[in-house]
């Protein structure tokens, strides 16, 4: 087992990107009780999800901030400069996990691997990870890297369970961190999910939630805007399924992916 606690839930930001809205949300996050949020060099927000934890009340060493670095930037000096304005833009002096956002562009297991590696040795970063990566690209980065790569940022949810490489993940001590868990609204639509929320009281939301958190090393990370949203999905982590509905759930998997850019790995 690696040894970092990645909270298993954490604020989503991607298209969040109205300047006050992304920062509300952010403060109303940690406000409430998440320590963990998620964004990327890409979503163009960062210095927004910055403003939302300097209006909060929670103290930085408290917060697992995690970002991305996009695939234009991912050879050695690319990396180091988009990482230095990511940390001015987040307004921080180091960052809790930094993602390859794809295996794509600059992408060069060697040379990115290194770039990451030396982000770490100066302590900018506290943590490498990656995301989109497939079981033989994880090999190749796990060879090349001296530092742990400690958790793939991949789409899971009912519809895409991910199943493999989930083990894959727990052979290697990472863990597998969801994204879109909400199937980017999907799972407010699938009628197995409503009935075993109504079992609950719950919503689907909150069952595709707790769903992913009844596997091991999991965490999700939910996009919500409203305050409503953002409270409603932290309040899941309480709610435990029985393990009939988990069944039921693990027999809903489709491999329908939501988000397939053309620069996507070969997935099979
Ligand atoms: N590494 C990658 O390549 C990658 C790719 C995609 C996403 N991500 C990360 O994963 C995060 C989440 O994925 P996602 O944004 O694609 O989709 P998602 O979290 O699956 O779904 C977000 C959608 O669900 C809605 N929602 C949230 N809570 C809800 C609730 N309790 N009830 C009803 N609707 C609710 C949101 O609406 P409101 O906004 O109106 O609340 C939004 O429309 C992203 O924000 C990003 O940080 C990473």
């Not at 991305?68 to 400069?81: A, F, H, N, T």
């Not at 992408?107 to 691997?113: G, L, N, S, V």
Request: aromatic share 8%; net charge negative; with cysteine.
């Amino acid at each position: 087992m690696n040894d970092v606690i990645i909270p298993r839930i954490g604020l989503g930001t991607w298209q969040n990107t109205n300047p006050e809205q992304c920062a509300t949300s952010v403060k109303a996050a940690l406000e409430l009780g998440y320590r963990h949020i998620d964004t990327a060099q890409m979503y163009k927000n960062e210095e927004y999800v910055g403003n939302g934890i300097k209006q909060s009340d929670v103290p930085r060493e408290d917060i697992f901030l995690a970002t991305k670095v996009w695939i234009d930037r991912l050879d050695y000096e690319g990396i180091k400069q988009s990482t230095e304005k990511s940390l001015k833009r987040l307004q921080t002096d180091y960052i809790d996990l930094l993602y390859v956002h794809w295996p794509a562009g600059k992408y060069d297991t060697k040379e990115t691997m290194k770039g990451f590696n030396q982000l770490a040795d100066e302590g900018k970063i506290r943590h490498i990870g990656v995301s989109n990566f497939t079981p033989e690209l994880l090999e190749e980065a796990l060879e090349a890297s001296e530092e742990p790569l400690i958790a793939n940022q991949v789409e899971t949810h009912p519809l895409n369970q991910q199943t493999e490489l989930h083990k894959f993940l727990l052979e290697h001590d990472m863990t597998l961190v969801a994204y879109s868990p909400l199937a980017r609204g999907k799972v407010l639509e699938i009628p197995e999910l409503t009935e075993i929320a109504e079992k609950y009281s719950a919503s689907e939301t909150q069952v595709a939630l707790a769903w992913l958190w009844s596997h091991k090393d999991v965490a999700a990370i939910p996009k919500a805007t409203s305050k409503t949203h953002i409270k409603e999905n932290l309040e899941a982590v309480s709610l435990k399924l029985d393990s009939e509905d988990i069944e039921k759930i693990n027999s809903l998997d489709r491999n329908k992916r939501l988000v397939d850019p053309a620069f996507s790995p070969d997935w099979d």
